[in-house]
């Protein structure tokens, strides 16, 4: 794993001419590792302007309860551990260098923060059966 990497280069924006919509552009990368799409269909102007896709994260965390893996390109990592915390740690470890105010998303996280994390908030009974075996967390680290 890279111990310490800051996301820093130039930030560019570049116009393309001729466009497909983002729902077609999606399905043009839909086969790349870890693929994601945040559609901003909305009509309403101010509020819908960006819709954002990304894929091949330069890491990926999955925890799992305790057990929490982390792939990158030097191979995968698992550890035992709170899930929060150690995403709290790998955050420390990653900056964006160059920002542009105007767009809200240029690099970052995107996954999904399941049900059962609530365990590591707060004490509840576990009833719930683990009927699909998704990870609890699921994190893409992007930096493209």
């Given at each position: 794993m890279d111990s310490n990497k800051s996301i820093a280069g130039e930030i560019f924006i570049h116009e393309v001419e001729g466009a497909c919509p983002p729902l077609e552009a999606f399905c043009r990368f839909a086969s790349h590792a870890n693929v994601f799409f945040l559609d901003s269909a909305l009509p309403v102007k101010g509020i819908s302007r960006y819709s954002f896709l990304g894929f091949n994260p330069f890491l990926v965390m999955k925890a799992k309860?305790?057990?929490i893996t982390l792939t990158d390109s030097n191979g995968v990592l698992e550890i035992e551990g709170?899930?929060?915390?150690?995403l709290r740690e790998l955050l420390k470890q990653f900056s964006?260098?160059?920002?542009?105010?105007?767009?809200?998303?240029?690099?970052?996280l995107v996954g999904y923060f399941g049900y059962?994390?609530?365990?590591?908030?707060e004490r509840l009974p576990s009833?719930?059966?683990?009927?699909?075996?998704l990870p609890d967390m699921y994190m893409g680290f992007y930096d493209t």
């Open positions: 309860q305790r057990k709170n899930p929060f915390e150690h964006l260098q160059n920002t542009i105010e105007s767009i809200p998303f240029q690099c970052g059962n994390l609530c365990h590591f908030i009833k719930a059966v683990d009927d699909i075996g």
